[in-house]
């Protein structure tokens, strides 16, 4: 018998591109077909079929709080109520600028966009507006949306479809070489690489732009060493550094992975957890900088729908709530004890097999150690994490569909939750066959 996400599928081929919206939902790293949802409330979703699964996609990280929250669902009913967008400003927009600036000091001055792409987009210009220059660095296997410049050695989706050996070319047909030219890529982890390309051409460099905890190459965790050198070199050659917390931000901790770290960059985007599951994005950083931006400046960027006052609320709502005593300690420890719990059952089931976890992100990996460079995690045995994914799948627990995308866990997800996904991790270690 058909599935009806079989049947949505197949017709959604016939109208879009690949079937879905966004290349990782696809499932062609993993293989099967996707899951079309229905229904999200706390930790669990519903799909098409009425089976239920625990998530740990939260939408890719803005599910904070879980699904449905009802104070979040509650306000957005009353904002939208009086209209779904004005295209013009709101006092809603002043709110959520002044709590980012609280929440997130390094962040002077603030403009909403309504993607992470935006952001990080609109934050390059910028910094190449203030600084006069055109080089931007990046790091392999970081992914900071799809604008053509920053789609060298990406993470993310593209990790999916990219040739792994491909250095310094575009990840993306479509992407001019010459767009690409200006954009140079580092290993990420690599301080000396950090120190060698600054000594040669600091005083090129317009920007570097960083997941400083990066998400989408699966979860790496950066060495201290490698941020404060890259802070130190920034300064010293006036290079603009903006930290992309587009996943981290208020993911992490509360201040973002700046604030966990204590790096303070020149320049931040955010977006996620800021939308609360509705499309949100924003940039800042100092306010001498921001001050290049039109309608004050000679930097032009836009947004019909930016700002939004039902996307805004989604997002105010969030941030006000995440600010309660010990929300940050006890979404860790509720990571902490999922990722101990896999390690175990794998260790177990004699399955070669680690994992790490920073505030309520995780990541999962089918090698010895836990990895700290693109290089490493593309070596990670990849056919055993397609195999756990569909087995865990199958016991109604919800994954990322690729090897190659950090993990999340929602203030809602309970004790019995995690109980749950561990006895089912116990069948899936033990049915992989490497």
Same mark, same amino acid.
């Given at each position: 018998?058909? %599935?009806?996400?079989?049947?949505?599928?197949?017709?959604?081929?016939?109208?879009?591109?690949?079937?879905?919206?966004?290349?990782?939902?696809?499932?062609?790293?993993?293989?099967?077909?996707?899951?079309?949802?229905? !229904?999200?409330?706390?930790?669990?979703?519903?799909?098409?079929?009425?089976?239920?699964?625990?998530?740990?996609?939260?939408?890719?990280?803005?599910?904070?709080?879980?699904?449905? #929250?009802?104070?979040?669902?509650?306000?957005?009913?009353?904002?939208?109520?009086?209209?779904?967008?004005?295209?013009?400003?709101?006092?809603?927009?002043?709110?959520?600028?002044?709590?980012?600036?609280?929440?997130?000091?390094?962040?002077?001055?603030?403009?909403?966009? %309504?993607?992470?792409?935006?952001?990080?987009?609109?934050?390059?210009?910028?910094?190449?507006?203030?600084?006069?220059?055109? !080089?931007?660095?990046?790091?392999?296997?970081?992914? #900071?949306?799809? /604008?053509?410049?920053?789609?060298? !050695?990406?993470?993310?989706?593209?990790?999916?479809? /990219?040739?792994?050996?491909?250095? +310094?070319?575009?990840?993306?047909? +479509?992407?001019?070489?010459?767009?690409?030219?200006?954009?140079?890529?580092?290993?990420?982890?690599?301080?000396q690489q950090l120190k060698d390309l600054f000594a040669q051409i600091g005083k090129e460099i317009a920007c570097v732009i960083i997941e400083p905890v990066v998400g989408n190459m699966n979860l790496i965790v950066p060495d201290q060493e490698f941020l404060q050198t890259l802070r130190e070199l920034c300064t010293q050659h006036g290079t603009v550094l903006i930290f992309d917390e587009v996943m981290t931000g208020f993911r992490v901790a509360l201040g973002g992975a700046q604030a966990l770290y204590n790096i303070k960059p020149d320049m931040t985007t955010l977006g996620k957890v800021i939308g609360g599951g509705l499309p949100v994005g924003a940039f800042g950083g100092r306010k001498d900088?921001?001050?290049?931006?039109?309608?004050?400046?000679?930097?032009?960027?836009?947004?019909?729908?930016?700002?939004?006052?039902?996307?805004?609320?989604? +997002?105010?709502?969030?941030?006000?709530?995440?600010?309660?005593?010990?929300?940050?300690?006890?979404?860790?420890?509720?990571?902490?004890?999922?990722?101990? +719990?896999?390690?175990?059952?794998?260790?177990?089931?004699?399955?070669?097999? %680690?994992?790490?976890?920073?505030?309520?992100?995780?990541?999962?990996?089918?090698?010895?150690?836990?990895?700290?460079?693109?290089?490493?995690?593309?070596? %990670?045995? !990849?056919?055993?994490?397609?195999?756990?994914?569909?087995?865990?799948?199958?016991?109604?627990?919800?994954?990322?569909?690729?090897?190659?995308?950090?993990?999340?866990?929602?203030?809602?997800?309970?004790?019995?939750?995690?109980?749950?996904?561990?006895?089912?991790?116990?069948?899936?270690?033990?049915?992989?066959?490497?």
């Amino acid at each position: 018998m058909t %599935s009806t996400n079989q049947t949505l599928f197949e017709k959604s081929l016939a109208l879009i591109p690949g079937g879905v919206n966004s290349p990782v939902r696809a499932f062609r790293s993993v293989g099967g077909t996707p899951i079309f949802f229905k !229904k999200g409330l706390g930790s669990k979703l519903w799909d098409v079929d009425g089976k239920e699964y625990i998530d740990y996609i939260n939408s890719w990280g803005p599910m904070i709080l879980g699904h449905a #929250h009802p104070q979040v669902i509650k306000a957005v009913q009353e904002v939208a109520a009086n209209s779904l967008s004005f295209g013009a400003p709101t006092g809603l927009e002043l709110e959520i600028a002044e709590l980012i600036n609280k929440l997130v000091p390094s962040m002077e001055q603030v403009r909403l966009v %309504s993607s992470g792409t935006e952001a990080t987009m609109s934050a390059i210009r910028v910094a190449r507006g203030f600084t006069g220059r055109n !080089k931007l660095v990046k790091f392999e296997g970081c992914y #900071h949306g799809h /604008s053509d410049a920053l789609l060298v !050695k990406a993470g993310s989706g593209l990790l999916t479809f /990219s040739d792994p050996n491909a250095k +310094g070319v575009p990840s993306s047909a +479509g992407v001019p070489a010459e767009v690409a030219a200006h954009t140079l890529t580092l290993e990420y982890n690599n301080t000396q690489q950090l120190k060698d390309l600054f000594a040669q051409i600091g005083k090129e460099i317009a920007c570097v732009i960083i997941e400083p905890v990066v998400g989408n190459m699966n979860l790496i965790v950066p060495d201290q060493e490698f941020l404060q050198t890259l802070r130190e070199l920034c300064t010293q050659h006036g290079t603009v550094l903006i930290f992309d917390e587009v996943m981290t931000g208020f993911r992490v901790a509360l201040g973002g992975a700046q604030a966990l770290y204590n790096i303070k960059p020149d320049m931040t985007t955010l977006g996620k957890v800021i939308g609360g599951g509705l499309p949100v994005g924003a940039f800042g950083g100092r306010k001498d900088i921001m001050q290049c931006l039109a309608p004050i400046g000679s930097v032009y960027q836009a947004g019909t729908l930016s700002g939004n006052p039902v996307a805004v609320t989604a +997002g105010l709502e969030t941030l006000k709530l995440i600010q309660a005593p010990d929300f940050y300690s006890r979404l860790a420890a509720q990571t902490q004890k999922l990722v101990e +719990g896999l390690k175990a059952a794998a260790k177990e089931a004699g399955v070669i097999f %680690s994992a790490q976890s920073v505030g309520g992100m995780f990541g999962l990996y089918f090698s010895e150690k836990c990895p700290t460079s693109y290089d490493e995690v593309m070596h %990670s045995n !990849k056919e055993a994490f397609n195999q756990f994914f569909h087995s865990m799948l199958d016991s109604g627990i919800y994954l990322g569909p690729s090897a190659f995308e950090a993990g999340f866990v929602s203030a809602a997800h309970s004790d019995a939750d995690i109980a749950k996904t561990l006895n089912a991790a116990k069948v899936a270690f033990s049915r992989i066959k490497v």
